[in-house]
């Protein structure tokens, strides 16, 4: 039990927290504070919340708000962390294992951004933070690496003079008023404003609270915005036209303070060849390149990309035996990467099944010189004009005139019909060579099952590999048909159903649905009773389908309990109204975000969520004026 809780400042500092109650509680050794408030006893660590779940246990008595997520959202760097790491790292997270969080929460590579040692804050800030709350406090945007700048005042941050991570033990330090008037470091006006873009990506990605993306998510949309800058090939230039790309972007000196300059020719920047890469880079540098690519996280995070390298179409069509030669009715277009030279090319199909390529700088099939040797495919309509033509006993100069092309291309064409139609007597011939030798090796196949009526078929095929193999390549179908069966292994007897099992489950089933409010406090989080859910708390390890199976009773109670997608949403909202905006007015758009339905109702579709919201804020708005309005009486 502890006497109080400080109330958390707008994004103030984990470790700011654990200090000011340090400061108010009269504890001489800092030690002690740690041990009472986390349960810890080592020295604190700047971007884990070391021993938050003991924490909350504690502070919850005072506000219903203070949870977990609470304190990891909206008082740590997590959150621009958390976007960019794979899976298993959230797994850690989730269930509260920071130990393996703690030395490579941003990566331990020597050539990466450095973490800061000490504590920054902005000389600005901290006056107004003394005029208004009497009292100092650290704002964790100010301490994430490579922030150096205050975007509120423009002005560099002041590095605190103690060094904590050279304490053998914890040491519980606040900013003071006198800190004020330290000398502030002066950047040039370019650096200044690079520093700038960067703390308001990074507090752009504070405000979001994203979870983890899918691995491939980063990867496919760096690709395509490669494309759409004319750096994304060849591939193998990718790496190399970036960092120039990015040394002529950025400034040098701001490049240097980021350790990211390229300078020991040791290149940080992925191959995009892969996604392996892009899960280990740092996230302030994803961040430098979100605004090298696309002008800020936010454009990066908010918009979706598409390369059209061809234009929005639709194209010509250059099919002169087509009605529509000539005319822009061509809908597809397959872009593709040439083997040879690494260019861009597009092939344009059109309906009539006519097929013309185009590479990435050309602007018009019409002015391709030799663009009978960019036809790909000529399509049913054109074989069969063209035979036509042939059947009319035109001469060569006449069809060259009708079908758009050069007399040598029209004699090449003949040319290759004529091998054609070698190639076809060949391939006859061939087929007759393969069935004659399959009728002989089928005769072989059952003299060897008569001479060993007892063999299997694998000893048949011992005794003559060629015959086996060659039946199985030309005739399997036969080959089955005149083989000896496979012996079918026993399966195991399936367990019978057993009612008293069945009523077992359903009562921890029960149980389970009961006692819901209380494993969501455990959890610090609203869970949704879906039979993924619920199977796993019951501990099944098979699907659905063999839960239905092997237990109906139980499944048909988890059927009639399960909580829609829809039901959970709206409790969800409820749930925030009632605890995080309790005794306050709250605007449609605060809730939706903080309920992280906000992109959800911005792709369309979510009309009934969306009244819904707006029912409940009116409600809860109209409750808090009248509650706001007699408090002021």
Known sequence: MIPYIPQPYKNEFYYSILARYHFYSGNIVASYTLKELTGKTQHINFAVPVGVDNLVTKAKIFSNTFSRDFFINNHTIIPIVRPFKKSEWIQKLIEGNFKGLRFDFFGNKANDIKSKDSLYYCPECLKVQFEKYGEGYWNRIHQVPGIFVCINHRIALIKHPVNLNNYKYTEFVLPRFEDTKKEQEKYESNVLDSLLDLSEDVAYLLEKNFDAFPEEYFYEKYVTLLEIKGIAYPMLKRKQRLKELMLDFYPHDFLEMLNSSFSQNASWLPKFNGNNRITTL????????????????????????????????????????????????????????????????GDMKCSCGFVYRMRVWEKSPLEIEYFSNRIMEKGHIWEQKFNELLK?????????????????????ILRDREKLNDRDFKQLEKDEKINEKTGRY??????????????????????????????????????????????????R??????????????????????????????????????????????GFGENYQQVRKRYPLTADYIDSIEESKEEFRKRKVRDILEVKFKNEEVSFNKVAEAANLGPLIRNGGQEEIKQYIHKLVIEHNAININYNYTREL
């Open 282 to 345: 740092h996230p302030i540098r994803h961040l430098l390149l979100m605004r090298l690519l696309c002008g800020s996280a936010s454009e990066f995070f908010e918009n979706e990309y598409e390369y059209k390298p061809f234009g929005n179409g639709p194209w010509i069509c250059m099919n002169p035996f087509a009605d529509h030669y000539l005319e822009k009715v061509v809908k597809t277009v397959d872009v593709s990467i040439h083997n040879g030279n690494g260019n861009i090319q």
């Open 392 to 412: 009319q006993r035109l001469t060569i100069n006449e069809i060259a005139h009708r079908s758009k092309m050069t007399r040598p291309t029209i004699r090449k």
């Open 442 to 491: 089928k005769k072989i196949w059952l003299d060897l099952r008569a001479k060993y009526p007892e063999y299997s078929r694998k000893d048949l095929s011992s005794t003559n590999r060629a015959v086996y193999a060659w039946l199985i390549k030309y005739d399997k179908e036969w080959l089955e048909a005149n083989s000896p069966e496979v012996k079918k292994r026993k399966h």
């Open 493 to 538: 007897s399936k367990k019978k159903y057993s009612l008293e099992e069945d009523h077992d489950f359903l009562d921890k089933t029960r149980n389970i649905i009961s006692s819901w409010s209380k494993i969501e406090k455990e959890r610090s989080k609203l869970l949704r009773k879906s039979k993924y859910r619920i199977q796993e708390l019951l």
